[in-house]
């Protein structure tokens, strides 16, 4: 602590120096004049004789200084002085640069919460999520991510790997929980063994899953999320041990997970074992995802090789019953098709992501360029100063590094506004952002957003900074004596540097304003695409499912639905009801398996894999889904199980050529299944999204014959989503009205999923609209900045050139020539970064592609209404100084100084 010390007492030090200075000369002068000289000759002498003592008090003391980190508290002393005296001016660069600053802060949090971060497991990169390619099975290609596994796959899998510590199958699903209070649809996830294993995060109270929790046998058990036991039982420890009932069954709790924990990035509020009976599993049931957790040193690649080795054992161990070809799979040419588990949360979301990130970072480019156009005036302002210091010795580092201090300097407090600024800015971006964008949850400003606040304030400090550091410091021309004052005229070399600044404005303004339009022109083309339903902000959906324990016959549950959608019927303002196993846009595939037209002979030698969807009477008309040809279910077609289907129009076309002609033609699913008849063509309807083309699509009907029972049973769909066609949908009263009308059935049902069709269709654009959003803010601020900066050039050149303007008005140039000579410069500057925006942005756009849709990243709309929309922001910001300059008195101008 020596040093610390040693800062306290240079004071005493220096004192001491200089006293002892004083009495060695004091002792000299004695001497000297005991040898016979005056005291005056005395003094002189000594004094000559022991030299410069200030050079030499000064040097003594640096024994004690640390010279550069003095050297630098001087500095900064006088930065800040200098913007004390200039509050302006500070404001001015301080705000554009915190917003500058705090925006790319905030949109680095996202990324590195999302892109960059690890997931929030245990050595996560060995995480895999297990999907499969079948390029044998035609129509695959419909479904969102490809094939997932069946159970007896996840058996044989499991068994037989010798790539893998733990691999699991999980899904999710919704169940009732009664009891607890009102009647409650929870989310719930249902996981074999091995899922929380390969995820290995531990419980925070109780246990996971045993082994005989998976028995099929065994006691019904329940784990917890951290936010459903915070809601329900107040963190309470002792709820370990007692029981629920989830869909009317008793289930013991057993351990509850941690805050924030999801299954890849699904949230839930309870996690089910999934109790297999191995007896029963068949090769189908293609519907589980699968996650496993690699050894350590086993790449991806070679767990591939090794689970494509097992296809054929698969085969082998199981069927699909008897009679049945338990190699039937061959024509599928099935393999694994496995990503890291954190390409599988994060998606496609990271084009968006980067592309926003870019366009942020031009913004911030945009900001440091007018930051160093207001540097510029600031140093040519004091162009006289820095060279009477050039003249009297200081060398042009020692100015250099005053100029870059000054501009470090308001970096940094620009970076400590940008917190601030980014803080709000993150919480916007939760608030925009599109409502499946992975791992929100995680999202903060963490150490590594504030260590890029502080490399970023550094960079763009440095950038702006060196700007008129190298013009007005390294060359030697720049700090000659002299230079222009506010009664000469500013040359060409004095405004080339701030020229070529706005221009790189321009072009880069003109490349966000390229891209904003792009994303708008996108998301008009998406809003004018017709999705297969109309209206949808006045159909309202609510989702309900009657376990098995509650109502056990499958006929029963039908009557139950049918009640209910007779009692919601009934309801003031509602016009048509039905319901469906799954409604457009909610982010699942429907069911799905093959269908053969009849008659059709099909290249591969079996009919391609189709989506289906389960329906009842009055679902489409609820829907606003238009019937193209033939009719409607009937509920006597549920009732007595009538073997009927209804199609989309583009099945149609493709099976028979026209909709019309699909009337009255048949379809089955397997050699000896019956004969379906097709009574009804509907439009067809953007399943996944207003951007996805639309699938070939079957209605069946809600209750059919099960065609996968070798003796006839009846199948029926019990977790339904009913669809209500009302003006008063979205209404708090209207959906208490619906409840009542529910639980006027029966009162141990739950109503969940409660929202309007506009509201689903706005989550499948979610993400377009949260890019669009995101590019028109960065636009209308590189619009702005470049205006500023247009503006600031032409008053300054205004204001440099007042005894040129005095003196042109009083030799008889018209107002009107001077207004138009400084137009003229300004739309010669925007001409010039219109052309090189327009290079870079034909060149950047192509990256945005995949981001548009029926709309060219050359659209020439685009690309002729933005360069127009800068041409007249550079005429309306020249317009002002140019008619200040016409204004001028040339009698005032020609006096001044």
């Not at 003249?391 to 300097?409: K, Q």
Request: hydrophobic share 45%; net charge positive.
């Amino acid at each position: 602590m020596s040093w610390f010390t040693s800062l306290f007492q240079r004071k005493r030090r220096y004192d001491d120096l200089s006293v002892s200075i004083q009495e060695h000369i004091h002792e000299r002068v004695d001497e000297l004049m005991q040898e016979g000289m005056t005291r005056q000759d005395a003094e002189r002498e000594a004094r000559r004789a022991f030299g410069n003592v200030a050079l030499i008090e000064e040097r003594g003391r640096e024994a004690w200084q640390w010279v550069a980190f003095e050297s630098l508290l001087r500095d900064l002393t006088l930065v800040f002085r200098r913007l004390r005296k200039t509050p302006g001016f500070a404001i001015t660069v301080l705000l554009t640069l915190a917003i500058g600053i705090g925006a790319n802060t905030a949109v680095f949090s996202v990324v590195n919460g999302i892109l960059l971060k690890p997931l929030p497991y245990p050595d996560s990169d060995r995480l895999v999520a297990l999907w499969l390619d079948a390029p044998g099975a035609g129509g695959l290609a419909n479904f969102m991510n490809g094939l997932q596994l069946s159970t007896s796959m996840y058996l044989t899998f499991s068994d037989h790997n010798r790539s893998f510590e733990a691999m699991g199958i999980w899904n999710r699903n919704t169940a009732n929980v009664t009891g607890l209070a009102e009647p409650e649809q929870v989310r719930t996830i249902l996981v074999s063994g091995g899922v929380l294993e390969a995820l290995d995060v531990p419980a925070a109270a109780g246990r996971w899953f045993s082994a005989t929790d998976q028995d099929p046998h065994s006691t019904k058990t329940v784990m917890l999320s951290y936010g459903y036991w915070q809601r329900h039982f107040g963190g309470d420890r002792s709820v370990i041990g007692r029981t629920i009932q989830v869909d009317s069954q008793s289930r013991e709790i057993v351990g509850v997970m941690p805050r924030g924990f999801r299954v890849e990035d699904r949230d839930f509020d309870l996690i089910l074992p999934l109790q297999l009976d191995r007896a029963k599993q068949i090769l189908a049931g293609f519907g589980w995802f699968g996650i496993g957790r690699l050894k350590p040193g086993v790449s991806i690649a070679q767990a591939d090789s090794d689970i494509k080795s097992l296809i054929g054992v698969w085969m082998d161990s199981w069927s699909n019953g008897p009679g049945t070809n338990p190699h039937y799979y061959k024509i599928w040419r099935i393999t694994p098709n496995f990503r890291s588990l954190k390409k599988q949360v994060i998606g496609n979301i990271g084009n968006v992501l980067w592309v926003v990130m870019a366009t942020v970072g031009l913004v911030m480019l945009i900001a440091c360029t007018n930051v160093a156009n207001l540097l510029l005036v600031r140093a040519e302002a004091r162009h006289q100063e820095l060279s009477v210091r050039a003249a009297l010795g200081a060398s042009r580092g020692r100015i250099i590094r005053e100029l870059m201090i000054e501009s470090v300097t308001l970096g940094m407090m620009g970076g400590v506004l940008g917190v601030f600024v980014a803080y709000a800015g993150l919480r916007l971006l939760v608030q925009i952002g599109p409502v499946d964008l992975p791992r929100l949850s995680e999202l903060s400003l963490d150490g590594w957003s504030l260590l890029f606040t502080f490399l970023l304030s550094v960079f763009s400090g440095v950038l702006f900074g060196a700007i008129p550091a190298i013009k007005y410091a390294w060359s030697k021309h720049a700090l000659m004596m002299g230079g222009a004052t506010r009664t000469t005229s500013a040359g060409r070399p004095r405004q080339r540097m701030r020229n070529l600044l706005v221009v790189a404005q321009v072009a880069m303004a003109l490349v966000l304003l390229v891209c904003a339009l792009l994303m708008i022109r996108t998301f008009a083309a998406l809003r004018n695409v017709e999705p297969g339903f109309s209206d949808p902000a006045h159909v309202q959906l609510v989702s309900i499912s009657i376990p098995d324990l509650l109502v056990p016959d499958q006929v029963a549950v039908m009557h139950l639905q049918n009640s209910i959608a007779d009692k919601i019927a009934g309801i003031p303002g509602v016009t048509s009801v039905g319901f469906a196993s799954a409604v457009p846009m909610d982010g699942d595939d429907p069911n799905w398996d093959e269908l053969a037209v009849d008659g059709k002979v099909y290249e591969s030698g079996e009919p391609p894999l189709r989506l289906f969807n389960y329906v009842s009477p009055g679902y489409f008309r609820a829907m606003g889904t238009r019937l193209v040809a033939g009719r409607d279910f009937s509920w006597s077609d549920l009732y007595a199980l009538h073997p009927v289907v209804i199609v989309s129009e583009n099945f149609a076309r493709d099976s028979w050529g026209s909709a019309a002609a699909a009337i009255g033609k048949s379809v089955h699913q397997f050699s000896k299944s019956p004969r379906l008849e097709v009574v009804g063509v509907v439009e067809d309807v953007r399943q996944h999204g207003v951007d996805e083309k639309a699938p070939m699509i079957i209605y069946w009907p809600a209750m059919i014959t099960n065609p996968y029972t070798r003796t006839p049973t009846i199948y029926g769909v019990r977790g339904v989503t009913f669809t209500i066609r009302s003006n008063r949908a979205g209404m708090e009263n209207f959906l208490t009205q619906v409840q009542q009308a529910v639980w006027s059935v029966n009162g141990s049902l739950p109503l969940a999923g409660i929202q309007t069709m506009d509201d689903l269709t706005s989550q499948a654009m979610a993400r377009t609209s949260f890019t669009l959003v995101m590019l028109s803010i960065a636009g209308s601020m590189a619009l702005l900045l470049g205006i500023i900066g247009i503006y600031g050039i032409i008053s300054y050149a205004v204001s440099q050139r007042t005894r040129e303007i005095g003196i042109r008005l009083a030799l008889g140039a018209r107002k009107r020539e001077l207004r138009w000579m400084f137009v003229r410069s300004a739309l010669v500057l925007t001409a010039t970064g219109v052309v090189f925006g327009l290079a870079a942005a034909i060149a950047l756009t192509r990256l945005m592609k995949t981001l548009l849709f029926e709309v060219s990243p050359t659209d020439p709309v685009t690309y002729v209404t933005i360069p127009l929309i800068l041409t007249i922001a550079a005429m309306a910001a020249s317009y002002l100084p140019a008619r200040r300059a016409a204004s001028i008195d040339p009698v005032e101008a020609l006096r001044a100084e």
